[in-house]
C-alpha cells in the first residue's frame, strides 16, 4: 500500500516544532536510526513505518504497526532529509521517567541552540554511560530531525528533561560544576563522582545566575595557545572524560 496524501501532509507538518507538540508525534529517518528503533525498547512507540519498494524488498515488513510504500524521490521530499531514499518512521513523542536528582551524573545545558550539537552532546553523555542530559526549557529540543540524526541513535537510550535549571539546582543535593572561561583548569582538580555539569550556549558561555550557585567552576587548557575556541559538543566530550577518569 502507498502512503496516503493525508499522511504525507502530516509527516510534512513535522519539520515544525509546534506541530511535532501539538500532534505528540516525530521523524526518525534513514536506515541506521530507524533500525536502532525498531531493536529498541522504544518500538513500542512506533505509528507506522514508510519505506521505498526496494527497501522493502531488502528487509521485511514488520507486522506489529503498518508500512507503506513510496518512491524515493517523494521519501526525500516529505521528510526533513533529502538524502534519505531508504526508510522513515513516525513514532509518538516519548518521556524519560525523572530522577529523584539525588545521586547520578547529568550534563545540563543552558540554550543551545545548534540542534546538530544537542544531537552529538547526547551521544557523548551515552558513550560515557552519563544518567541524563537536562536542558532549559523553550530550547532545542530532542524530538529535532537534525538532533535525531545527530545523535545516532541516542536519544532511545540517554535520559533527556526539559525544565528550569536554576528550580532543579536549587532542590537537588548534587554537586554544581561550572564551566566558564574564568574556571580552574579542570586537570587541575579533585571533581565529584556524581553531580551535574553546567554547559553554556555557544558564543556566551553560562548565564551568570547559573555560575553564582555553582561550587567549582572548570575549564579547558589549550595545548595549542594559538587555538582559543572548540565545538561546544568536542569541549563537552573532553570535559566528561576527565570527569569521569
Known amino acids: 500500500m502507498y502512503l496516503p496524501n493525508s499522511k504525507q501532509k502530516l509527516i510534512r507538518a513535522l519539520r515544525k516544532k509546534k506541530e ?23 518500538r513500542k512507540y512506533i505509528v507506522f513505518l514508510v519505506g521505498t519498494p526496494d527497501y522493502w524488498s531488502t528487509y521485511l515488513k514488520p507486522s506489529d504497526f503498518p508500512c507503506y510504500n513510496i518512491y524515493p524521490s517523494k521519501l526525500s521530499t516529505i521528510g526533513s ?32 541552540s545548534n540542534p546538530g550539537n544537542l544531537g552529538a552532546i ?52 548534587l554537586p554544581i560544576i561550572g564551566t566558564s572561561l574564568s574556571g580552574k583548569n579542570i586537570n587541575s582538580m579533585k571533581l565529584p563522582k556524581h553531580g551535574f555539569m553546567l554547559i553554556g550556549q555557544e558564543t556566551r558561555g553560562l548565564s551568570q ?27 563537552v566530550a573532553i570535559l566528561v572524560y576527565i570527569w569521569k577518569n
Request: glycine share 6%; net charge positive; aromatic share 8%.
Open 20 to 42: 511535532r507538540i501539538s500532534q505528540k508525534l516525530f521523524l526518525v529517518e534513514g536506515h541506521t536510526n530507524v533500525t536502532e528503533l525498531l531493536l529498541s525498547d522504544k
Open 81 to 112: 532529509l533529502s538524502t534519505n531514499h531508504t526508510i522513515l518512521a513516525l513514532v509518538r513523542i516519548f518521556l524519560f521517567p525523572k530522577p529523584n536528582w539525588k545521586t547520578g551524573s547529568f550534563l545540563m545545558l543552558e540554550k543551545i
Open 122 to 173: 547526547l551521544r557523548v553523555a551515552d558513550w560515557f554511560n552519563l544518567d541524563g542530559v537536562v536542558v532549559e526549557q523553550n530550547g532545542v529540543s530532542w524530538h529535532n530531525s537534525k538532533v535525531i540524526r545527530g545523535s545516532m541513535g541516542s536519544f532511545l537510550r540517554i535520559g533527556y528533561w526539559e525544565m528550569s535549571l536554576i528550580n532543579l539546582l536549587k532542590s537537588s543535593p
Open 209 to 235: 545566575k547559573l555560575l553564582d550557585i555553582c561550587q567549582q567552576q572548570v575549564k579547558l587548557i589549550p595545548i595549542n595557545k594559538e587555538v582559543n575556541s572548540l565545538n561546544v559538543a568536542t569541549a
